[in-house]
């Protein structure tokens, strides 16, 4: 089967700057889209951001300009550069593919466990 295995969360003071990965691996045939997402206990998931399969992105507006996705096709490889960290990015931060593995069914999305990032003030 799948598995996405993120990694790269922590603490950091406020203004700091963290880096997540996040691996897909298993029987992969496709990656449409892989992402972040984050979530505060007692609140809804939200996007933080995706990227596509040719490259388009999507950030949420309150990230915009201090994080950056970005991709490794090759490896199955998904990151989010983490900048100017405030105390309100403190969540945990799931991984999220699209993906296809098998030739029969359509995209499926896959989850990686969540890896906490708090931010200090």
């Known amino acids: 089967q799948v598995q996405l295995v993120e990694s790269g969360g922590g603490l950091v003071q406020a203004g700091g700057s963290l880096r997540l990965s996040c691996v897909a691996s298993?029987?992969?045939?496709?990656?449409?889209?892989m992402g972040w997402y984050r979530q505060v206990p007692g609140q809804q998931r939200e996007l933080v951001a995706v990227?596509?399969?040719?490259?388009?992105?999507n950030y949420a507006d309150s990230v915009k300009g201090r994080f950056t996705i970005s991709r490794d096709n090759a490896k199955n490889t998904v990151y989010l550069q983490m900048n100017t960290l405030k105390p309100e990015d403190t969540a945990i931060y799931y991984c999220?593919?699209?993906?296809?593995?098998?030739?029969?069914?359509?995209?499926?999305?896959?989850w990686g466990q969540g890896t906490q990032v708090t931010v200090s003030s």
């Open positions: 990227v596509t399969s040719i490259g388009d992105i």
């Open positions: 999220n593919a699209v993906l296809r593995n098998t030739y029969l069914s359509g995209p499926t999305d896959y």
């Open positions: 298993g029987r992969i045939i496709s990656i449409d889209r």
